[in-house]
Every structure is written in structure tokens, then in C-alpha cells.
């Protein structure tokens, strides 16, 4: 671009109104593709900038592989739990539609010990069918145990139908990787809002160096049965689920958290031990012994971070950072909270642009 049309260009992007500035979102992960489609739909331009896209599958893409259930989560602050409460209420409605890949099924959760004052029992107040179980319903090895519907979701499916959902609203894709936040600055300089949903990026990002995250590696087994209908979540020392995919004919089968652990390999001890605990768990639905052919292998990356994910909003100069990060193997439970919550913060910034 020659001197003049740079400088015209320029003028032009000073003289552009504050909500026609494209968003920028860093990561076109489950939090950053949510938080696209939840900005676009409130009439905001976004482009999503990342390595990885809706319908890649690389090991450190973690939304391609979570196991993606929505389940109430102990030791969280209440407004934490509100995020949880509003994707429950989106996911709700997408699973009328087949092509999201969410699906509505049973629940039965076992604690091994009396739960605690914030334990996951708040989901009572958001799930349908919720009951605490007779004794003569669960093993005499659990202190107690609770049926409720919930929502799973099958990511081979979401992410595509969340990246389609994106494109569709007027949203652009930028397959990029970028060391700094700054070399999104450069290439957007008309842009005031940005979002970092980076994940593990934020790590090494040079102007973020968040040192609090960490890769988790977690491995799972895919079961192929017709059996698909309910999860099973067993909460204590013994940590194990089985949750269904019944878009896929299957059950997934959990779980276990390597920190800084990168390896692409199978590690068939894991999947063994994960094989035995489910079984122990829900003999009715995965054997003690499952036939080869109907036996497959997840593993994935999560972006964890010590102290829980960061949301926050950060003013830098004339731009604004929005930090979204860090959900581990919460990403999926909190993501259109989390997209709800961002697009708040959003309208805030504009706000403070707007009213003079």
C-alpha cells in the first residue's frame, strides 16, 4: 500500500465508529468461538484469530477432544456459578437442534463422602428431574448419590456446527499464529476491543507470560455401545465418569490429569485402569472387558492455570484487553456463561466510547 492510500486508510479507520471496529478474539477455542457468535449476534464485527480452527484436530487443541459435560462444579465462588447456570441455558436450547451435537440425558452422581457446604449439589437449582436417591438405589460404598437430567455435548460436532454458526453471523476466521498480543495490535490498528482466549497461549504470549498455566494432559477411552443414555459421575478419591455421546453411539471414559505431560502416545496402563473404574462404576453399561474393536483413544491438552480460569477486563492505552483463559476441563460447562459475561464487558467498553 503506497504512503497516500496507508495515510487515507488511516484517516479513514480514526473517522470509524466505535462499534463498527472489529472485535479481535485470540483462539477459536470452545470459550473463544462462543464468545464470537455471542458478540456477532449482539451486532458486533469480529474476526477470530488462531492456529487451530473449528474441525482441527491437533493434541493441543483441547475443545476437539473434552469430554464436553455439563456438570455443576464444587468449591466455586456463586457468581462462578451463574456462568455455569446461563450456558446450561443455552446448551438447553441447542439441543433441540440435532446438528449442535448437544443432547439431553439422565444423570446419576455418587460421593463417596457427605458433601460439603459448596459442593455440586447448587445444580439442583438449574437441572430438570433433580432427586437425591433412596439408599436401596446406589452401592453401599457411597455416602450418598443424586439423579437429575443433564447436557452432553459431542465436540466433532459442536465445534464444526460453532465455527459454521460464526461464518454464518458475518464472523471471519484468521489462521495465524501469533506471539504477542502486540502483532495483533499491529495487524488490526483500527481495532479497540481484543480478547484474549488464547488458552495454553497465554503462557508463552511475550506480553502476557501468564506462569500460573499449565498443559494438563488428560487421556480418555471411546466405548462404542448402543448403551448411551445416561452419565455416570463419581465424585471422591476414586474420580471416574462415563458420559455419553449418543450422537456417537458411545461413552466416554475417565478420567486422569498428567500436569506438563505433552505425550501424543497412548498409554494403555491409563486406558486400563480407566476401563476397570468405569466398569466398577456402571457395570450395566461397560464391561469388565470390552472387545477390542469397540475400544478407541482421546487424548488432549487442556489449558489449566492454578487458581482457577481469568476474566477480566484491562485497559491499555486506547485499546481494551479482555482476558478469557484457563478452564482446564471446564471449558465447555462455563463457555456461553463465559461468551455472556465478556459480551457484557464489551457493551461497558462501548459504553465508555459512546456516552460522553
Known amino acids: 500500500m503506497s504512503p497516500l492510500l496507508m495515510e487515507q486508510y488511516d484517516n479513514d479507520a480514526m473517522q470509524m465508529p466505535f462499534a463498527q471496529r472489529p472485535i479481535v478474539i485470540l483462539g477459536a477455542g470452545i470459550i ?35 469430554g464436553a459435560a455439563w456438570h455443576a462444579a464444587g468449591g466455586i465462588k456463586p457468581e462462578q456459578r ?21 443432547s439431553i440425558v439422565k444423570a446419576r452422581e455418587y460421593l463417596e463422602q457427605k458433601p460439603a457446604p459448596d459442593s455440586a449439589i447448587w445444580g439442583r437449582t438449574v437441572t430438570a428431574k433433580f432427586r437425591e436417591m433412596s439408599r436401596d438405589e446406589f452401592p453401599d460404598n457411597f455416602y450418598c448419590a443424586w439423579s437429575y437430567e ?96 449418543p450422537l456417537s453411539h458411545g461413552v466416554v471414559l475417565g478420567g486422569v490429569k498428567q500436569q506438563d505431560n505433552l505425550s501424543p502416545e497412548v498409554d494403555l496402563d491409563i486406558a486400563r485402569d480407566e476401563i476397570t473404574r468405569a466398569h466398577r462404576l456402571a457395570p450395566d453399561v461397560v464391561p469388565e472387558q470390552p472387545a477390542d474393536e469397540d475400544v ?13 480460569f481469568r476474566l477480566d477486563s484491562e485497559k491499555h492505552g486506547d485499546r481494551n484487553v479482555i482476558s478469557a483463559y484457563g478452564f482446564g ?9 463465559i461468551a455472556d459475561a465478556v459480551g457484557k464487558m464489551v457493551e461497558n467498553v462501548e459504553r465508555e466510547n459512546v456516552i460522553v
Open 32 to 66: 473463544g468461538c462462543a464468545t464470537a457468535r455471542q458478540l456477532l449476534q449482539n451486532g458486533f464485527p469480529v474476526v477470530v484469530v488462531a492456529e487451530y480452527l473449528p474441525g482441527d484436530q491437533d493434541i493441543t487443541y483441547a475443545s476437539a477432544w473434552a
Open 329 to 337: 476441563g471446564g471449558g465447555y460447562a462455563f463457555s456461553y456463561g
Open 296 to 308: 478407541s483413544h482421546i487424548i488432549g491438552i487442556r489449558p489449566s492455570r492454578r487458581g482457577g
Open 150 to 245: 443433564t447436557l452432553v455435548t459431542d465436540p466433532t460436532r459442536h465445534m464444526p456446527y460453532l465455527g459454521k454458526q460464526v461464518t454464518e453471523l458475518g464472523g471471519t476466521f484468521v489462521r495465524q499464529r501469533v506471539q504477542s498480543l502486540q502483532e495483533l495490535y499491529d495487524k488490526f490498528p483500527e481495532s479497540r476491543i481484543f480478547i484474549n482466549a488464547s488458552g495454553l497461549g497465554s503462557l508463552t504470549l511475550t506480553d502476557v507470560l501468564d506462569d500460573r498455566c499449565f498443559p494438563e494432559r488428560g487421556q480418555t477411552v471411546f466405548l462404542r455401545t448402543d448403551k448411551c443414555n445416561t452419565m455416570y459421575f463419581r465424585n471422591g478419591q476414586e474420580y471416574t465418569y462415563v458420559i455419553p455421546r
Open 82 to 102: 451463574y456462568l455455569q447456570a446461563v450456558t446450561h441455558r443455552v446448551l438447553l436450547k441447542m439441543a433441540q437442534i440435532p446438528e449442535s451435537g448437544v
